[in-house]
């Protein structure tokens, strides 16, 4: 009974409804139905709807559940302390379910190989008799740090009333030694505001000890087993998996966990014999919808934990309002739209007007992306950047027309900044033979060209990257085999310290002397020179992925004993001396980033919080934004993808370090764009992958979610009201077929 109400989402309704109509009903008729999340911060109030939760208290539910056993001819039997499975051994299935600290999870610990993870965070459980007619949440600032309250009523006459904060601030508030009571009087105190004299209370009053608690989250490898007693036994809910109250999806998970055992029990037999088929069914089907919603829940209880430092100085209300909507990436720009349509107009406005436009009553407010965007004398039309992206088709290190087409198409395709691929500051410093570089006057030619081309037939900005391939050089065409040395004509390499990229494969490099690195730090500041010459509006200098500069950051590839070797600052010490030797050169109007990796995926590597280190150093030295990428630094890592997997680094530097960032990696409509500049996660979204497949993508996104206010080269003009009338066809056609199933 702990934990005072259930929230469920109108989806798990449905899927009660189609098992047991009957129960279904009965829930139906106790809850508590709203569609608004209020936030309370910083003074304001900010409302937003159509988010259809549904709540009922958990003793009312158990007993309607208790009542339909009944019904159904199940023994119940109350206040027995189960201590094991063996309990039954007449048993044909045990169906353990008893809780986060399940006694028989761990006795079987060694075949259910649970994952448990203990957060950082501490909360509290309370209530109230205090109704809220919206899913509120309020955070207070304290002298010691923030807390924030999850608040939402379950019944008619009482709120849970849920309050959490970080460790530190928990410590330095004085609550590491408070007992229930003292601590319901300091959360009474802190949110008296928001309470209007009700009370706080608590159902928990049988623990010891302090009543804030952490969570855990429970991943376990494997759900079922049979005991020495021949019995089959099974965990469900919290016992097998556990989802953070910031979603609060623990008793829908159980419930469905329940759905789903019955429905492979139906599919596949209901006789002893059928039991262990059964059960690695149920397992198989509920694994990946837990871990999925185990994913969404881990985004959203990360958000809560990081908020006081990352996002509540930082952020103004509007925006603070949309991150916390957004927080678990299920919620999109365009899913807040269906939501509330009003609520997203507003917030839309209120964005373009704080980046310099000025939208009436009557006017069109562009989306997120198509706001512009100003670094120095720069301003970008948009927010989306055209990746670099190795080609492998220069010849000498000479861009030639391919370059000039494949930039060029790209440029008249919409996005605000163009960028061409790593350009290499020596013929040794090249990835492939087939890199282009920035080191001859018949490469400055090609790069002139195309930047010139550019610059006369699109409004497109054109941006260089500048690196070495260090330790990566002297290897084949990626279509020849990505990262293997030539077959013949391999030059020597050299990096931080002597390395071999592929374990017994690759060449081995040399580790760089005090004469190497000088003469590559001419190289990097010749290089610079000729992008400015080239005409390039932007520079970037590539410490990422591996290459000469990065392998000095990464302690993977960095084992140098001397004051360029050891601790962070010391790793750092050349990559920030190249760059700021290339600034002294650099147009002081033109934005300079640097490309990091902030993430090298594997253990002892560099990790999100070094990269928010790292970011602060370019930082001091100069950096105008930090582009954040990850991994390629080592084969040995083990990357977690999944779209939009690496904005979390953008947004973690661009508030903790203070400093414009880039998104990479996975953003591939615009809804992912439009949902992180939105959130203030990043500055610039950079597409990859979906702009080799359509150089247009931007302006194809624009008309796919109907900003036709967008501009199209003049020559293909004829082409965008085609392509927006065939959107505009196929969105009415969905609605109709939606509409349809909704009335059938």
């Known amino acids: 009974t702990f934990g005072w109400g259930v929230v469920f989402s109108d989806a798990t309704m449905d899927n009660m409804r189609d098992w047991d109509p009957v129960t279904a009903a009965q829930i139906e008729q106790a809850f508590n139905h709203w569609d608004d999340i209020e936030l309370l911060f910083k003074g304001r109030k900010i409302r937003s709807g159509g988010h259809g939760f549904v709540g009922i208290g958990r003793k009312h539910l158990l007993n309607i559940l208790q009542a339909r056993c009944e019904q159904l001819g199940v023994n119940l039997v109350f206040e027995t302390d189960v201590q094991s499975d063996e309990d039954y051994p007449d048993a044909d299935l045990v169906i353990a379910c008893d809780g986060v600290n399940s006694r028989i999870r761990s006795k079987y610990a060694d075949i259910f190989k649970p994952d448990i993870v203990t957060r950082p965070n501490r909360y509290i459980w309370l209530g109230t008799n205090k109704v809220y007619e919206a899913f509120t949440f309020d955070f207070v600032r304290t002298p010691h740090g923030w807390f924030q309250a999850h608040i939402y009523k379950f019944d008619d006459k009482t709120s849970t009333f849920i309050v959490e904060t970080t460790e530190e601030t928990w410590k330095a508030s004085g609550l590491e030694g408070a007992d229930q009571e003292q601590s319901i009087a300091f959360c009474e105190k802190l949110f008296a505001d928001n309470l209007d004299g009700a009370k706080l209370m608590t159902n928990a009053r049988h623990l010891r000890g302090s009543a804030w608690i952490n969570f855990q989250r429970v991943v376990c490898d494997q759900w079922w087993l049979q005991n020495s007693k021949g019995s089959h036994v099974v965990l469900m809910g919290d016992a097998v998996h556990t989802a953070h109250f910031a979603i609060g999806s623990g008793t829908k998970l159980a419930i469905e966990d329940a759905i789903e055992l019955t429905r492979q029990f139906k599919l596949l037999g209901d006789t002893r014999e059928h039991i262990p088929e059964v059960l690695a069914a149920y397992q198989e089907a509920r694994r990946v919808e837990t871990l999925r919603i185990q994913n969404a829940a881990w985004n959203a209880m990360e958000w809560f934990e990081v908020c006081g430092k990352r996002y509540c100085d930082q952020l103004e209300p509007e925006q603070f309002m949309y991150s916390m909507l957004t927080r678990s990436q299920r919620i999109s720009h365009e899913n807040l739209r269906l939501r509330d349509a009003k609520w997203l107009g507003g917030y839309e406005q209120w964005l373009a007007q704080k980046n310099g436009v000025q939208v009436d009553g009557n006017g069109v407010t562009p989306p997120p992306m198509f706001l512009p965007y100003q670094l120095r004398e720069l301003t970008l039309k948009n927010r989306i950047v055209v990746s670099p992206m190795a080609q492998y088709s220069a010849v000498d290190g000479v861009p030639g027309d391919f370059h000039l087409v494949h930039l060029g198409a790209r440029a008249m395709g919409g996005a605000g900044l163009v960028f061409a691929e790593m350009a290499c500051v020596s013929a040794e410093g090249r990835i492939t033979p087939g890199c282009p570089g920035v080191y001859s006057e018949a490469q400055k030619q090609g790069w002139k060209r195309i930047a010139d081309w550019i610059h006369a037939n699109t409004d497109a900005k054109f941006a260089m990257q500048i690196g070495h391939a260090g330790a990566k050089a002297s290897t084949r065409l990626a279509w020849d085999g990505t990262d293997l040395p030539l077959p013949d004509g391999n030059w020597p390499i050299m990096s931080a310290s002597e390395q071999q990229y592929l374990d017994g494969v690759s060449q081995i490099s040399k580790a760089m002397t005090r004469d190497d690195m000088d003469r590559v730090k001419q190289q990097f500041v010749d290089g610079a020179k000729m992008a400015a010459e080239i005409g390039a509006d932007w520079l970037e200098l590539h410490c990422a992925h591996g290459y000469l500069l990065s392998s000095f950051i990464s302690p993977l590839t960095n084992h140098r004993t001397d004051e360029y070797g050891g601790s962070l600052e010391n790793r750092l010490r050349y990559p920030i001396e190249i760059f700021k030797a290339i600034c002294s050169v650099w147009p002081e109007d033109r934005p300079m980033s640097v490309r990091i990796s902030a993430h090298d995926w594997v253990p002892g590597g560099i990790t999100p919080e070094d990269a928010v280190e790292i970011a602060k150093a370019f930082k001091a030295a100069g950096a105008d934004l930090i582009d954040c990428s990850s991994g390629q630094v080592s084969k040995q890592e083990k990357p977690v993808f999944g779209r939009m997997f690496q904005t979390p680094f953008a947004d973690r530097i661009r508030q903790e370090a203070g400093i414009a960032t880039m998104a990479v990696g996975a953003i591939s409509e615009a809804d992912h764009a439009n949902s992180i500049i939105a959130a203030g996660r990043a500055d610039l979204c950079a597409v990859a992958r979906p702009h080799l497949a359509n150089p247009a993508w931007t302006l194809t996104e ?43």
């Open 702 to 744: 624009a008309a796919k979610i109907g900003y036709t206010q967008l501009a199209w080269p003049k020559q293909y003009y004829q082409g965008k009201r085609q392509m927006e009338a065939n959107f505009e066809r196929e969105k009415a056609q969905q609605q109709a077929v939606i509409a349809a199933a909704a009335a059938h």
